[in-house]
């Protein structure tokens, strides 16, 4: 590793190689010089607070310590660096925050066909039509893909083992016309924060409200597979989650609950009566 990489050329690195650069100018007001080994988390943090006096736990991390970890993780990648785990600030938790919808999805994606941003619209489909992770999505090799099957392979996923998971007709054109090759990166992205750098400049230009890849994705697929029909068992195996608990009280959400059971006694009612 050599101190004479600075934070400014690993930057610059990050953006040529696929990172967002919005965000970049007060981290690069306050590190540019440095070398990038040399920056600790501690500094990091405590530069946020500067940058942003009087910002939400929540901004500061989303437009402070999230590009500042891609730079730094990117700068690990290339050699440059040891590893950093930059802690976040504690901001209070959305309850009750919704995935992301069919229409925000089709919107989204028109968003990336219009910027020219393939490799995005086909990961975050991905994720959203497949119930994958998005460590998961950004570690899927060409050669674990097998489009004629319509099937990707997650090796060694969250839960240590393999997991199969099968593509819609569309999604599976998608990763066609990626044309990645056996050792490549389907998605080409790296990083998790590059991913979502990039979802929320997209939401920015589409008029969308922001939502992460696990929202659009993981989240998103529980959801609309259970509003789709299909039983809690046949999701949680889909998707490759193992507690109902977990998958219940964290990922779903019901549409249109109430109607949904009052149609159902309703129905019930008149059987009844005849």
Same mark, same amino acid.
Request: glycine share 6%.
């Given at each position: 590793?050599?101190?004479?990489?600075?934070?400014?050329?690993?930057?610059?690195?990050?953006?040529? =190689?696929?990172?967002?650069?919005?965000?970049?100018?007060?981290?690069?007001?306050? %590190?540019? #010089?440095?070398?990038?080994? &040399?920056?600790?988390?501690?500094?990091?943090? &405590?530069?946020?607070?500067?940058?942003?006096?009087?910002? +939400?736990?929540?901004?500061? /991390? !989303?437009?402070? @310590? $999230?590009?500042?970890?891609?730079?730094?993780?990117?700068?690990?990648?290339?050699?440059?660096?040891? #590893?950093?785990?930059?802690?976040? %600030?504690?901001?209070?938790?959305? !309850?009750?925050?919704?995935?992301?919808?069919?229409?925000?999805?089709?919107?989204?994606?028109?968003?990336?066909?219009?910027?020219?941003? #393939?490799? @995005?619209?086909?990961? *975050? *489909?991905?994720?959203?039509?497949?119930?994958?992770?998005?460590?998961?999505?950004?570690?899927?090799?060409?050669?674990?893909?097998?489009?004629?099957?319509?099937?990707?392979?997650?090796?060694? $996923?969250?839960?240590?083992?393999? +997991?199969?998971?099968?593509?819609?007709? =569309?999604?599976?054109?998608?990763?066609?016309? @990626?044309? #990645?090759?056996?050792?490549?990166?389907?998605?080409?992205?790296?990083?998790?924060?590059?991913? /979502?750098?990039?979802?929320?400049?997209?939401? =920015?230009?589409?008029? @969308?409200?922001?939502?992460?890849?696990?929202?659009?994705?993981?989240?998103?697929?529980? $959801? /609309?597979?259970? /509003?789709?029909?299909?039983?809690?068992?046949?999701?949680?195996?889909?998707?490759?989650?193992?507690?109902?608990?977990?998958?219940?009280?964290?990922? $779903?959400?019901?549409?249109?609950?109430?109607?949904?059971? !009052?149609?159902? %006694?309703?129905?019930?009612?008149?059987?009844? &009566? %005849?």
């Amino acid at each position: 590793m050599s101190s004479r990489v600075t934070f400014s050329h690993a930057a610059e690195s990050y953006v040529q =190689h696929g990172g967002e650069p919005r965000f970049l100018a007060p981290l690069l007001a306050r %590190f540019g #010089p440095e070398p990038v080994d &040399q920056i600790t988390p501690l500094a990091v943090r &405590q530069a946020a607070e500067e940058a942003y006096p009087d910002a +939400s736990p929540a901004t500061r /991390n !989303r437009q402070f @310590l $999230t590009p500042a970890r891609a730079i730094l993780y990117h700068a690990h990648e290339m050699g440059w660096r040891m #590893p950093a785990r930059i802690r976040p %600030f504690r901001a209070p938790k959305a !309850r009750g925050e919704p995935p992301a919808s069919r229409r925000w999805m089709e919107r989204f994606v028109e968003q990336c066909d219009a910027d020219g941003l #393939p490799h @995005l619209a086909a990961c *975050l *489909l991905f994720m959203n039509l497949t119930g994958a992770r998005i460590s998961e999505a950004i570690a899927l090799l060409g050669r674990d893909v097998d489009l004629r099957r319509r099937t990707a392979l997650l090796v060694k $996923t969250k839960t240590e083992v393999n +997991s199969l998971r099968y593509m819609p007709e =569309h999604l599976t054109e998608r990763i066609r016309d @990626l044309d #990645p090759g056996p050792e490549a990166r389907v998605f080409r992205y790296t990083s998790r924060f590059s991913v /979502n750098e990039r979802i929320a400049a997209v939401c =920015h230009r589409a008029g @969308l409200p922001y939502k992460s890849s696990h929202r659009a994705g993981r989240h998103a697929f529980a $959801t /609309n597979a259970l /509003n789709g029909g299909v039983s809690v068992r046949v999701a949680m195996d889909a998707g490759g989650w193992k507690t109902s608990s977990i998958f219940l009280e964290t990922y $779903t959400h019901t549409i249109d609950a109430g109607r949904t059971v !009052r149609d159902l %006694f309703d129905a019930q009612h008149h059987r009844d &009566q %005849f």
